[in-house]
T-cell receptor, first 111, second 112 residues
């Protein structure tokens, strides 16, 4: 059964810093890997989706990479802003109907 | 824009009550999902549906049932609410194939 781990559980950085969030998974037979953002008390918003055949995806200041062989994905956020403060979750699995979510990394960007 | 709506943002019920949580999506998606989210445990799948009247159990279906009579609507039912079902409930939908899941705003349920 796929297990998804995100470390650290919380991260605090000053505004403007570049940062990396980590996601690891135990089973490399994945369909895709997704990164989501969740604001307090809200639902999840999709940020990036990497197909299993891809190595990375980019959207604006966000870049996500995927290394299936090592069971890792990273989310790189460039020039962080206070508005980036949220919890970031990764999810992956053998199919789109069988996704496993990490517990998330709570990011705080201080002005 | 895909829109997934949930019937309530906050709900307070008493132990033993029957509870209905409703989810509606407006993008003609085949797949719909119900998750619960608890601190430190992340999201856990309760049930999902890949078509009208079709359903599959997720990781934690005990104490829950679902109904999908129309493509756009997926209901989660707590037959007899218990305090350990106090949680944030999130609904999601997706197209078939390699598509992301689109989430609703969540319902925070408290069972007293």
């Amino acid at each position: 059964k796929q297990e998804v781990t995100q470390i650290p559980a919380a991260l605090s950085v000053p505004e403007g810093e570049n940062l990396v969030l980590n996601c690891s998974f135990t089973d490399s037979a994945i369909y895709n890997l997704q990164w989501f953002r969740q604001d307090p008390g809200k639902g999840l918003t999709s940020l990036l989706l990497i197909q299993s055949s891809q190595r990375e995806q980019t959207s604006g200041r966000l870049n996500a990479s995927l290394d299936k062989s090592s069971g890792r994905s990273t989310l790189y956020i460039a020039a962080s802003q206070p508005g980036d403060s949220a919890t970031y979750l990764c999810a992956t699995g053998p199919g789109n109907n069988d996704m496993r979510f990490g517990a998330g990394t709570r990011l705080t960007v201080k002005p | 824009d895909v829109k997934v709506t949930q019937s309530s943002r906050y709900l307070v019920k008493r132990t033993g009550e029957k509870v209905f949580l409703e989810c509606v999506q407006d993008m003609d998606h085949e797949n719909m999902f119900w998750y619960r989210q608890d601190p430190g445990l992340g999201l856990r799948l309760i049930y999902f549906s890949y078509d009208v009247k079709m359903k599959e159990k997720g990781d934690i279906p005990e104490g829950y049932s679902v109904s999908r009579e129309k493509k756009e609507r997926f209901s989660l039912i707590l037959e007899s609410a218990s305090t350990n079902q106090t949680s944030m409930y999130l609904c999601a939908s997706s197209r078939g194939g390699p598509d992301t899941q689109y989430f609703g705003p969540g319902t925070r349920l408290t069972v007293l």
